[in-house]
């Protein structure tokens, strides 16, 4: 992982750095075994991993994802094609609704986000970043 | 013309084109909301540079908040200055946590769109 300027150490400034990201939260999620009690949780990390794929490939483009989700939520709505845009705008949704306990998430909202909105996201990352996971 | 008076001329310009901005994305929420017939209410929350948009959709969630979702794409596409955020959220309790953060109303359902 690359570092900050300024000192404040580790920081994300290449398209690698999100990869590997990327790579650490589908960990995570391999290790979990997904119930309605941590459902909220894993779809929570699901859209993380889904954050770092776009931003590996903004950087890929050169083009600035920003700090916030505001940013990226932008450049991933102007960039990205309708359908992989609006399923990444779904899973912001659900992990900023679930981590404010504002909907209840089960093992079938987990499942119906992993495979119908996260995949094609992965999917179409993978078109120019082949190692992306 | 001083340093700290090109600051205060660049900060009235970026505080004027936010304020446009955010009148030509409510707007356009306003216009465009009848086409969404599951879309309920919208608020918004200024948050200094950024705005933090909140839709709440009629049941059931999962159809209203994908009906929803690309006007929210198209919205987010609009801006240039502002940090846009936003949330589709069922219609219910968390409008009155949206109200108690001081959000504004900018769309209700079955109100007249503008011209």
């Not at chain 1, 929570?44 to 920003?66: D, E, T």
């Not at chain 1, 700090?67 to 609006?86: D, E, K, L, W, Y």
Request: charged letters at 20%.
């Amino acid at each position: 992982m690359s570092r900050c300027p300024r000192g404040r150490g580790p920081c994300m400034n290449t398209a690698q750095d999100h990869l590997n990201k990327a790579a650490h939260n589908r960990a995570f999620l391999d290790s979990l075994f997904v119930t309605n009690a941590n459902a909220d949780w894993a779809s929570i990390v699901l859209f993380y991993r889904a954050l770092h794929l776009v931003r590996a490939y903004l950087h890929h483009l050169g083009i600035n994802h920003g700090i916030s989700h505001g940013v990226t939520n932008r450049a991933v709505a102007a960039r990205f094609p309708a359908a992989v845009s609006v399923s990444y705008l779904k899973l912001y949704n659900h992990s900023r609704l679930y981590r404010y306990e504002q909907l209840a998430a089960t093992v079938q909202d987990f499942a119906d986000l992993d495979r119908n909105h996260f995949r094609p996201a992965l999917q179409f990352v993978q078109t120019a970043l082949p190692s992306a996971v | 013309m001083t340093r700290s008076a090109a600051h205060s001329r660049a900060a009235s310009l970026k505080r004027s084109s936010a304020k446009e901005e955010q009148h030509v994305i409510e707007t356009a929420i306003r216009r465009r909301a009848a086409e969404y017939p599951a879309l309920r209410r919208v608020l918004a929350i200024d948050k200094g540079d950024g705005l933090d948009l909140h839709f709440f959709v009629a049941e059931p969630f999962s159809a209203a908040e994908d009906q929803v979702l690309p006007l929210v794409s198209e919205v987010l596409r609009m801006s240039r200055v502002l940090d846009v955020d936003f949330m589709i959220a069922p219609a219910g309790a968390a409008e009155n946590v949206a109200l108690s953060q001081g959000a504004r109303p900018v769309y209700e359902y079955g109100a007249r769109s503008p011209e």
